[in-house]
């Protein structure tokens, strides 16, 4: 009971500052920046003092190969977010415009890597990270999937909102994330995959998450078929099968970062 009692607290308290104090309070670019920096010395803290650890405990460690699992990861979300983007482009979804000034590219290829760089971690931390800390090798493999599946789609709710395709989609995308996270016993791989397909997402959205805000200047086409909302299912369906396929190629930490019993 105190081991859950430790996570739920954990649980709502990162995920408020992170996801509620922005749509409480009005910020401006500087300090949503701050905000979002300020977030790991926060964890850390939190961490310090329910369980007398680092930020290890969210899977956040250095380890021989976690910068190759983070590339792997990267190369694995973009290139299935280029396919899914280049499918909405075909299907008529999204309308090709043009692309910004190279200036107005340049700052906003930085908001972007910055923005859903960070953004992809502080996710992955509070949704996998602490998931597993405090339950693995505490309920079987399955329970362990599943709490960690239903805590992001829960979580994914703040960007999405809810109805039944998003969430089907959250539960779909989570298996590659959630995969990537327990093969590899850190954060590196699957931050690696969210992060990759974030930055596709950021060059036709930005990081406001309307139409032709990125680099790429697109408009939505509202009258679209129903069928196509579900491509981006698929797409992240086929990707974890990529993901348990070339699992083998990234590296494990062997370091236990499971909390005691």
Request: hydrophobic share 55%.
């Amino acid at each position: 009971m105190k081991n859950l009692l430790a996570f739920l607290s954990l649980f709502f308290l990162l995920s408020i500052y992170f996801n509620l104090l922005p749509i409480i309070f009005s910020m401006s670019d500087v300090i949503r920046m701050v905000h979002i920096l300020l977030f790991f010395p926060l964890a850390y803290l939190l961490a310090k003092q329910f369980h007398l650890r680092g930020l290890d405990m969210y899977g956040l460690v250095r380890f021989k190969g976690w910068r190759k699992n983070l590339l792997l990861g990267y190369l694995t979300g973009f290139v299935a977010w280029a396919v899914l983007f280049s499918m909405y482009l075909y299907f008529g979804k999204l309308e090709f415009q043009g692309i910004k000034g190279i200036n107005d590219s340049m700052l906003s290829l930085v908001v972007i890597l910055f923005a859903f760089g960070t953004g992809s971690i502080i996710n992955d931390m509070i949704v996998r990270g602490l998931v597993f800390y405090h339950f693995k090798n505490r309920v079987p493999i399955l329970v362990l999937f599943s709490l960690t599946l239903v805590f992001y789609a829960f979580d994914d709710i703040w960007y999405a909102g809810f109805t039944i395709q998003n969430t089907i989609f959250s539960l779909v995308l989570g298996l590659s994330l959630t995969y990537a996270f327990y093969k590899t016993n850190s954060i590196w791989a699957n931050t690696g995959i969210h992060f990759g397909l974030n930055t596709v997402y950021g060059l036709f959205y930005g990081v406001t998450g309307k139409a032709g805000d990125g680099i790429f200047v697109v408009t939505q086409n509202q009258s679209i078929a129903s069928w196509i909302g579900w491509i981006s299912t698929l797409i992240a369906f086929l990707m974890f099968i990529v993901v348990l396929i070339t699992i083998k190629f990234y590296s494990r930490n062997n370091n236990e970062i499971r909390g005691k019993a």
